[in-house]
Nanobody, 122 residues
């Protein structure tokens, strides 16, 4: 089992920034990649970004490229999502997830955090 705990969500004005954190514990050696997803009310969960623990290769959704940056601290088993130039359409519950592949499919991830709310006001 891998436990994931997100933090850092909140309310921010459009154009502002937030940094989300996801702390992993448990059998973290079973995870090769971490991803961030988000889900807005009435919408399906969508991919935001992913990173591999080894090597640090990253992937981003087109909607966040150039604004969001995913990073990791292997020593702390923590993944971050730096979100800049936030827009109202970024409002959603953000989830981190752990899996074997750093791709955009939710089914590729085995463990999920409880989510943290991000609200961007216009």
């Amino acid at each position: 089992q891998v436990q994931l705990v997100e933090s850092g969500g909140g309310l921010v004005q459009a154009g502002g920034s937030l940094r989300l954190s996801c702390a992993a514990s448990g059998r973290t050696f079973s995870s090769a990649a971490m991803g961030w997803f988000r889900q807005a009310p009435g919408k399906e969960r969508e991919f935001v970004a992913a990173i591999r623990w080894s090597g640090g290769s990253t992937a981003y959704a087109d909607s966040v490229k150039g604004r969001f940056t995913i990073s990791r601290d292997n020593a702390k088993n923590t993944v971050y999502l730096q979100m800049n130039s936030l827009k109202p359409e970024d409002t959603a519950v953000y989830y981190c997830a752990s899996g074997l592949y750093s791709d955009s499919l939710p089914k590729s991830y085995y463990y999920w955090g409880q989510g943290t709310q991000v609200t961007v006001s216009s």
